[in-house]
Antibody, heavy 120, light 107 residues
């Protein structure tokens, strides 16, 4: 069974840092692009970042560029999101998801999410 | 950035009704459009990829159509378990934007 389990969320003060983790199982993690998507309370979904299979390329939404870093450790079957200089508007549930490449690409499956609250 | 306009933002329909949700892209995105279903407190779940490809395990009452700038998710005969929020997402260009979501309620 393909499974993604996020962890590392919590309460952090504005300007602080947090590292999210996503443990993958049930598939060959090193063969897949991976993604982070977030959802602010009561709001819609926002794509945050993608990373290539070997970690050599990554892409970000403008609002997190220079503050967030996506990485993956294929030996540990783990995806990470290092978040720094956090702002109130970063408050959200953060989901990791596997990228499936076909004629187009999509996200499947998603983890259960880990909540991040940025507040003093 | 490609803007995705999803409509309606909410709707209420009865069991057995045919329901249609639309997403319109601000520029042509080919078939780079996916649909997800999200139940309260849960992660999104992929329903349809590449505008019209139904995912394995998804009931056949769900269907997707469209290309270019206009896309539609149709539920042919609404069931109680279809009460959810539905999102579309374009994966044509960065940032890979989502529609605002449609909250579907069963009357």
């Amino acid at each position: 069974e393909v499974r993604l389990v996020e962890s590392g969320g919590g309460l952090v003060q504005p300007g602080g840092s947090l590292r999210l983790s996503c443990a993958a199982s049930g598939f060959t993690f090193s063969s897949y692009w991976m993604s982070w998507v977030r959802q602010a309370p009561g709001k819609g979904l926002e794509w945050v970042a993608n990373i290539k299979q070997d970690g050599s390329e990554s892409f970000y939404v403008d609002s997190v560029k220079g503050r967030f870093t996506i990485s993956k450790d294929n030996a540990k079957n783990s995806l990470y999101l290092q978040m720094s200089n956090l702002r109130a508007e970063d408050t959200a549930v953060y989901y990791c998801a596997r990228v499936i490449l076909g004629a187009v690409w999509w996200l499947d499956p998603w983890g259960q999410g880990t909540p991040v609250t940025v507040s003093s | 950035d490609i803007q995705i306009t999803q409509a309606p933002s909410s709707l209420s329909a009865s069991v057995g009704d045919r329901v249609t949700i639309t997403c319109r892209a601000s520029q042509s995105i080919g078939s780079y459009l996916n649909w997800y279903q999200q139940k309260p407190g849960k992660a999104p779940n992929l329903l349809i990829s590449a505008a019209s490809s139904l995912q394995s395990g998804v009931p056949s009452r769900f269907s997707g159509s469209g290309s270019g700038t206009g896309f539609t998710l149709t539920i042919s005969s609404l069931q109680p378990e279809d009460s959810s929020t539905y999102f579309c997402q374009q994966t044509y260009s960065i940032p890979y934007t989502f529609g605002q979501g449609t909250n579907l309620e069963i009357k």
